[in-house]
């Protein structure tokens, strides 16, 4: 006798039931697909934002520069790093379109006015590419403007308030240059920001690339290259690549990083992923339980053909298998429905995307708050080899429960 055709009659012969287990596991499997697909939209997210704005998905510096990255310091920086960045461009426009490949110097700076001085911190980059990077153009106030030119900055709002600064003043800055001795520069102020965020107001200048170079005396060099890839998937291939061209620079002591080796900030990402795992996990088997629930009402129902079964000699490793495979096979119907709909649920959705706007109010930072689901393959097999296990799994206790029946007892109905 084929097992596999007599579970699936026996499925057949209550298919209200049967539906009722079968959509269970939808339902559980339609809510892992979809909480995951936003779950690793929501993760990506966080990462673009944070590769973006600090590290880049790939970011190169010098050794020397890694064993001081806390105190910034300007003395160690890439030379002559313009050819640098147009190698790695060129080398990632097949592997990965799409790629931004930014220099950038971060260091202190004291800024002065007639009203006194404070300390702050320096941001400069090319102001077109740290446009869609930084993005401070969108909290400047009414009045100002982007950097449009050499010789501006963009000034904290809260900076601005304590030292009596407005827009179009000047604003002078000192800080030590790159052979210990002091950098003057003046700035006008193109516009003051507000991001609503008291540690970037109250601390942040942004500049040009060049005149932080003026201003430091680092020669057409940069601190940092940072590579933004249009994805966090396309960060191993990228790597190897990056590796390799500034291998071949010349430049001796760069050190190439993944945004994934540098601070803190990886570690908490990876263990969201984790907590996401277990959540997914428990939602189902929260969905197969009814299938443990359906196989035993099942089994009690069919005691005494179950009893007759045994004493036509079916043994009970088959009769195991029969009531097993019922079970599974419930839960790879409703594994695969689930994860078709919330495929197409997140596909849809992935071009759309969510506007987290009005839920991230209070990151005032500017980010990027439009949630995109993922699609990928991988999630979807798993999600039908979850369901499916997990089914099977709930279901082992009830078939083996019907298996260990004795034959005169089942048929008695006892």
Request: zero cysteines.
């Amino acid at each position: 006798m084929n097992i596999l055709s007599f579970a699936a009659r026996n499925l057949l012969r209550n298919r209200r039931r049967s539906a009722l287990a079968a959509l269970s596991v939808f339902l559980s499997i339609f809510m892992i697909v979809v909480l995951r697909g936003f779950a690793d939209g929501f993760l990506d997210s966080i990462v673009k934002n944070y590769t973006k704005n600090e590290t880049g998905h790939i970011n190169i510096a010098t050794k020397a520069y890694r064993d001081r990255f806390r105190f910034l310091p300007v003395d160690e920086y890439i030379e002559d790093s313009p050819p640098l960045v147009k190698a790695i461009q060129s080398a990632l426009e097949k592997t990965a379109p799409g790629s931004i490949v930014a220099e950038r110097i971060r260091f202190g700076v004291l800024l002065s006015s007639e009203k006194g001085t404070r300390e702050a911190l320096a941001i400069a980059g090319d102001p077109e590419t740290e446009r869609r990077l930084l993005m401070l153009d969108r909290s400047i106030e009414a009045g100002g403007s982007y950097l449009s030119g050499p010789g501006q900055t963009l000034v904290g709002a809260s900076l601005a308030a304590d030292l009596g600064l407005k827009r179009g003043g000047d604003l002078k800055l000192v800080t030590q240059k790159t052979d210990g001795g002091l950098g003057f520069k003046r700035l006008r102020i193109a516009g003051i920001f507000k991001t609503g965020v008291n540690d970037l107001d109250g601390s942040i200048v942004q500049m040009g690339l060049e005149d932080a170079r003026e201003l430091l005396g680092m020669e057409g060099g940069a601190q940092q290259i940072a590579v933004i890839l249009s994805g966090r998937s396309k960060l191993g291939p990228s790597l190897d690549i990056v590796r390799n061209v500034a291998q071949a620079s010349g430049n001796a002591g760069l050190s190439v990083l993944p945004w994934t080796a540098i601070g803190e900030y990886p570690k908490i990402v990876k263990l969201m992923e984790i907590v996401y795992d277990w959540v997914y996990l428990v939602v189902g088997f929260l969905g197969a339980f009814i299938i443990a629930n359906v196989m035993m009402m099942v089994i009690l129902e069919r005691r005494r053909e179950i009893g007759i079964l045994m004493s036509m000699g079916m043994p009970k490793g088959r009769i195991l298998g029969v009531f097993l495979l019922e079970g599974t096979m419930l839960g790879f119907i409703g594994s695969t429905a689930g994860v078709l709909v919330g495929f197409a649920f997140n596909l849809f959705f992935s071009k759309r995307g969510f506007d987290m706007t009005s839920a991230m109010a209070g990151f005032a930072w500017p980010l990027d708050n439009i949630i995109y689901p993922s699609t990928g393959l991988g999630p979807l097999l798993a999600g039908i080899l979850v369901g499916t296990a997990v089914s099977a799994v709930m279901a082992y206790l009830p078939s083996r429960r019907a298996a260990a029946m004795a034959p005169v007892e089942a048929i008695r109905g006892q």
